[in-house]
């Protein structure tokens, strides 16, 4: 994780269009390199919470994929469990990945999304994976100042520019980013001189 005095950079979205391209046609696990980025970068999820995600967090009791993640306190940073609805690009990549996963044995609640080797079971080490993982996509893709916490950061700058929209706040950001305090959601969010101005005129 990049700390906060030294921010991890946001992604445009033709940037993120390119990181998706390029890890579904240029790498070996297309289909899962394809959830990490969405878990990133849809659903604000840290380096831990993507690799410690399970199949069972995802699911109804019968198997088919659920509208939201239920992320356990066990898969994330302290207390900050919580329930993320699914983007349709990420529910879309996860009905994928689950079909794929199925047909292989695995896929089942107890089982990790994210499929590494078989020796990394443990929290670091998979979480270690995922970032390792995203530096090798920066590197080659040439983005600089990107990190895997570059997706968690874009989540929650758009989620707070678009929440107004929804008739949301500040507050739903904070709880679908599993801060404990508002002022680390408020750190996360790049300000906008344009949507500043626009702002003073409307008042």
Sequence with gaps: MTGLGKQAKRL?????????RHVEAETGFPERNRVIVLLSFKAGLRSKEIACARWGMVTDTEGNLSDALSLTNGASKGRSGRVIPLHRELKAALATLHEQERAKDRGEPDDFVVAFSKGATDAVTRSNSVQFLFREWFAKLGFAGASSHSGRRTFITRAARKVSEVGG???????????SSIQTTQRYIDSDPEA?????DRL
């Design 12 to 20: 445009s979205d033709i940037q993120l269009r390119t990181l998706l």
């Design 169 to 179: 706040s500040i507050r739903d950001v904070q709880a679908l980013a599993g801060h």
């Design 196 to 200: 500043q101005r626009k702002l003073i």
